[in-house]
């Protein structure tokens, strides 16, 4: 080999701008201080984003030079005002912005800045989109193309889904599940909930029935050695995608043609448990929500089916 080619192979390092390096830090305090996996990446993409825009107005930009003109001039550049589909949604640009509020807010508070350039920046409130869940009776149809089926496969995927509709977790908390989480005795599910902190949540009878079952059978079934409760095909913890693409699957199979999550399934949840009960706090103690107003959604869809049945009185 020359010394032309094997130099071609050698990957260089990465050339991190001060402005980077400091993203990297302001990320690393946002994982330490509990938040999610999830987050801490979007927010890390945005602010990523907002830093090579300041680099391309000012070359060689440090903290201490970003005023408040030059971030304002930034954040109207197309380079953040647009993705590569078209315009950025209210929702990205929010979030975009609430990261830049929060970086900078930091940066300052740990002496990096003389001053926060972003304190001036005003977030709009969005308006809330209604949720998509199941109907009861779509729910049941869902269930009942579920049952009966024999394969491994198919009995694990019945598992997952009645899990994330008799609990409420989040994807996340769904795929993070070790097989010691699950506690059939004291009727409860052990899951690592957002910013690390651990919740319990209550396994109803039938639940517990099918968990045993899948339990017995995937003791049976998955290699030494491995933690995970839900296994791929090839017998490693599932991913979001997974579960994702798994119940796309089952909702074609049961005729259900919206365009439904996982996390639809939280909101199918939370939607049934607040027509049963009537009590706002229940729902807010079963989703694990710290701020009962992220919770009110659910009022507002069931009082709209009170106003579509008055509709046809």
Not at 179 to 205: E, M, P, Y
Request: proline share 4%; charged share 30%.
């Amino acid at each position: 080999m020359t010394a032309r080619n094997e130099a071609a192979i050698i990957p260089l390092a990465e050339v991190r701008s001060p402005l980077a390096e400091h993203v990297d830090a302001f990320c690393r305090s946002l994982q330490a201080n509990g938040r999610s996996k999830n987050t801490v990446s979007a927010y890390r993409r945005d602010l990523l984003l907002v830093a090579r825009t300041l680099e391309s107005q000012r070359p060689a930009v440090v903290l201490a030079d970003v005023t408040p003109g030059l971030l304002d001039a930034a954040l109207a550049e197309p380079a953040i005002l647009n993705t590569r589909t078209g315009e950025r949604s209210p929702a990205s640009l929010h979030r975009l912005k609430a990261a830049v509020k929060m970086f900078f807010a930091w940066a300052a508070e740990n002496g990096l800045a003389a001053e926060n350039p972003a304190r001036g920046i005003r977030l709009k409130r969005l308006p809330r989109k209604p949720p998509v869940f199941l109907t009861l009776s779509e729910k049941r149809a869902l269930l009942k193309e579920l049952k009966g089926r024999t394969s491994a496969r198919d009995r694990r995927d019945r598992v997952m889904i009645e899990v994330l509709l008799g609990t409420g977790i989040r994807l996340g908390e769904l795929v993070g599940l070790d097989v010691d989480d699950v506690d059939l005795d004291a009727k409860h599910l052990r899951v690592r909930a957002k910013g690390g902190c651990v919740q319990v949540k209550f396994i109803k009878s039938d639940l517990r029935s099918l968990l045993r079952g899948y339990l017995n059978d995937r003791r049976r079934e998955a290699p030494m050695g491995c933690q995970a409760l839900f296994l791929s095909n090839r017998a490693a913890r599932i991913s979001d995608r997974q579960v994702a693409h798994r119940l796309g699957h089952w909702l074609r199979k049961a005729g259900i043609a919206k365009p439904l999550s996982p996390h639809g399934l939280r909101h199918t949840f939370a939607t049934h448990l607040y027509e049963a009960t009537s009590d706002l706090l229940v729902v807010q103690r079963a989703l694990g929500h710290r701020d009962i107003s992220t919770t009110e959604i659910y009022t507002h869809l069931v009082d709209g089916r009170l106003e579509e049945a008055l509709e046809r009185l």
